[in-house]
């Protein structure tokens, strides 16, 4: 999974609690994401980092905050979580984020469950 | 709107047997098309990679046909093994940011002895 861990890598929560996901990478890459996956959808991007304090937000990323204090860690925080947030969480890491054919590396995924 | 459409859903084939998934695209502007392997329980791996430019890239017994001007790509796998139970995830890079990438829903692949 080149160099990225994804903690925990599964939970359960109460509807209301807050959560929050690590994913952390020993690639010294530049660009980390998060993406969710859901039965019947393709994987959707949450928020996306392009250096350390710098993030941007993706295409599903109501009740999500995110946070990169170094280039190793990139944090997703549910603020307070609710049923619809169940589902598999993926971390990603790429060298750049453009180019011919930038790489994007997928970590091992958390299964979240909101009850 | 930036779409990926995948076929079949799922498929079944006996071991040794070769199978076609297919991929269709309405992303623009296009960068790049991959396909990933995605096992049960595990993160997506890339198999290839293909630019405009290209037509066919191969990574063992996969191998992956892109033709840009009708936003079609196929990945071919030979000689099935047991092995490749799996999802296959077609995704298309480009749309309005560089980082972009539409992810498929995959198509799932079932191989029996």
């Known amino acids: 999974d080149a160099g990225i861990t994804q903690s925990p890598r599964h939970k359960v929560t109460e509807t209301g609690t807050p959560v929050t996901l690590r994913c952390h990478q020993t690639?010294?890459?530049?660009?980390m994401y998060w993406y969710r996956q859901d039965p019947g959808h393709g994987l959707r991007l949450i928020h996306y980092s392009y250096g350390v304090k710098d993030t941007d937000k993706g295409e599903v990323s109501d009740g999500y905050s995110v946070s990169r204090s170094k280039t190793e860690d990139f944090l997703l925080t549910l603020e307070s979580a609710t049923s619809s947030q169940t589902s598999v969480y993926f971390c990603?890491?790429?060298?750049?984020?453009?180019?011919?054919?930038?790489?994007?590396?997928f970590g091992p995924g958390t299964r979240l469950t909101v009850t | 709107k930036n779409q990926v459409e995948q076929s079949p859903q799922s498929l079944i084939i006996l071991e040794g047997k070769n199978c076609t998934l297919q991929c269709n695209y309405t992303v623009s502007p296009f960068s790049n098309l991959r396909w990933y392997k995605q096992d049960t329980g595990r993160g997506p791996v890339s198999l290839t990679i293909?630019?405009?430019?290209?037509n066919t890239k191969s990574n063992g017994r996969y191998t992956a046909t892109l033709d840009a001007d009708t936003k079609q790509s196929s990945l071919h796998i030979t000689a099935s093994q047991l092995s490749d139970s799996a999802s296959y995830i077609c995704v298309v890079s480009g749309g309005a940011g560089s980082y972009q990438l539409t992810f498929g829903k995959g198509t799932k692949l079932s191989v029996i002895p």
């Open positions: 293909m630019t405009f430019s290209e």
């Open positions: 990603a890491i790429s060298e750049s984020g453009s180019g011919r054919a930038y790489e994007q590396y």
């Open positions: 690639e010294n890459h530049r660009y």
